[in-house]
């Protein structure tokens, strides 16, 4: 995994800033605290709350890149998957569809971006969609950047909430958040990688990804 992440970076010209940046998550919208010792309470709302803002981020971006290369039958699930997001209230249940997106959709959309034809149909876009999915794969790119130090703070908090039998309770919404993102890693900075690639074929600036860089939601947009 770890080879999988240095490659991207050296591919990206990003390793220096990477690692000078990997010290701290930060707020994942573009400032915040660090997460460093203190409270185990607070290190466990940090962790949840960041958790959480990545996997809409990310789901949110996957879909997009499927509504814009993917086939109808692709297409259909991510959209039946965005109406229950849409119509859904409870965290958990968010939780759970947005892990379930990201867990079976990213195979799907590197494939998507690597494909023989991605060049051909970025090139019909119109020019608001290619925005779309620059953005969207430029988001891939910065959360395979804050994953990493999203693992050692979720590690941390499991540490300190199970050496605090009151907090037990919320042990399982990070091991399940630090086990999404261990799965995941590898397949951001895969897609990551040929996702820009594509758009420096198709001239598309996708912008640089860094661990600091805010994470902009997509405004899903399906063909009709």
């Not at 605290?33 to 949110?60: C, H, M, P, Y």
């Not at 037990?168 to 990688?193: C, E, Y």
């Amino acid at each position: 995994m770890k080879r999988k992440f240095l490659t991207l970076m050296l591919s990206l010209g990003l390793l220096g800033t990477a690692q000078a940046q990997f010290g701290t998550l930060g707020g994942m919208m573009g400032g915040g605290k660090s997460s460093g010792g203190g409270d185990v309470g607070a290190l466990v709302d940090e962790f949840n709350r960041d958790s959480g803002l990545i996997q809409t981020a990310v789901a949110n971006s996957l879909t997009q890149i499927i509504a814009a290369l993917g086939d109808k039958e692709q297409i259909a699930i991510v959209k039946a998957k965005n109406e229950s997001l849409s119509k859904t209230t409870d965290t958990k249940e968010i939780g759970s569809i947005q892990g379930s997106v990201i867990k079976e959709q990213s195979a799907v959309a590197q494939q998507l971006l690597e494909s023989a034809s991605a060049k051909e149909k970025m090139d019909k876009l119109a020019p608001e969609m290619q925005k779309k999915v620059s953005l969207s794969i430029l988001n891939v790119g910065i959360a395979g950047l804050k994953i990493p130090p999203m693992l050692d703070k979720g590690k941390k908090a499991i540490e300190g909430v199970g050496s605090n039998p009151m907090m037990f309770s919320k042990i399982v919404p990070i091991k399940d958040g630090v086990s999404l993102f261990s799965d995941t890693l590898p397949k951001m900075t895969q897609i990551a990688s040929v996702g820009f690639k594509l758009m420096k074929d198709v001239k598309v600036d996708a912008g640089t990804p860094t661990a600091s860089a805010k994470m902009e939601l997509v405004s899903v947009s399906f063909p009709e």
